[in-house]
């Protein structure tokens, strides 16, 4: 049976979903210095998405590693109710699909940036990544490694009209 009281989920929730916000102000902060305009939380679009970048087309989706399931370690699985947490987060992970898919659909493009690219020492390059994806059109996961993989990456980033500033 449950562990915890109702408040006391509601108090878990809410630090987890704090620290959240904190990653998207970080990114949003980023975007509108270099000079990206944004709608944040369309409820219009499928999922809400947290950055809507109409010039772009794109959208991004910034994703605590707990809440959508992210396989890198970054968090341990409670072990109290984890069969709560469990079910949770796989409920997330398959509506993380189902909207990238619609959003896809819809013509947009989606990059995803999840919480442990953005920590102290590897947020300016996944950020500096972010801008180049944006700018490039491309869809996918950003993170420090991302350009590597991306060899034209910088090349179009220059060939734009200097959006950013
Ligand atoms: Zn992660």
Redesign the pocket.
Known sequence: MDKYTKQQRRKMMASVGSRNTRIETLVRRYLWRLGFRYRLNDRRLPGSPDIVLPKYKTCIMING?FWHG?D?G?FKMPKENSEFWTTKIERNRLRDMRVRKELEDLGFHVLTV????LTKNRFEVTLRNLAIAIVGGFSGEIGVAWEEEEENANLSFAAEDDPIQ
């Not at 999840?114 to 690219?117: I, L, S, T, V």
């Open positions: 590693c992210h890198c970054a999840w919480e442990c690219e």
